[in-house]
């Protein structure tokens, strides 16, 4: 993919505000680890090939296994991953997916059991974050680094 413009360049006012919500999604206590997974896994389902690079590359400092990293689009199958972290990357599917079936009940209760209420909203912050980074990334034709 050619990077059709600099958005930043064009419009410095969308950097600023994406950066206010991603530093207040970061702040919102939600762990370094799971939320860099989070960010992956919802690039993966959106094929943002720059946000992948990014966030894997991000994942890998924190000290990330590489295995989680590997396996993030199978983690359903595969037995790396915490009944937390479970739920959590059950939700980045649902909502980043959200016209498909919402957030259904069972879900919410099995999210709630893991996170607290003001857990959650920051959750849906973190989701709804990184899917404008996608959605900017793709638009614009970003591409991952070589």
Not at 13 to 18: F, N, S, Y
Not at 37 to 60: P, Y
């Amino acid at each position: 993919m050619n990077t059709r413009f600099n958005y930043a360049k064009v419009y410095p006012q969308v950097l600023e505000k994406m950066m206010e919500m991603e530093n207040f999604a970061k702040g919102s206590g939600i762990d370094t680890k799971l939320y860099e997974l989070i960010k992956i896994r919802s690039s993966q389902i959106n094929g943002c090939a720059f946000c992948i690079n990014m966030h894997t590359v991000d994942a890998r400092k924190l000290g990330e296994e590489e295995r989680r990293i590997y396996l993030l689009n199978a983690w359903k199958e595969a037995p790396y991953y915490t009944e937390k972290e479970r739920a959590a990357l059950e939700l980045t599917e649902c909502v980043t997916k959200i016209s498909e079936h919402g957030v259904p009940d069972d879900l919410y209760a099995r999210v709630r059991a893991q996170f607290e209420e003001k857990e959650f909203i920051a959750l849906i912050v973190v989701i709804n974050t990184i899917n404008s980074w996608n959605r900017i990334a793709i638009s614009t034709g970003m591409a991952a680094p070589n």
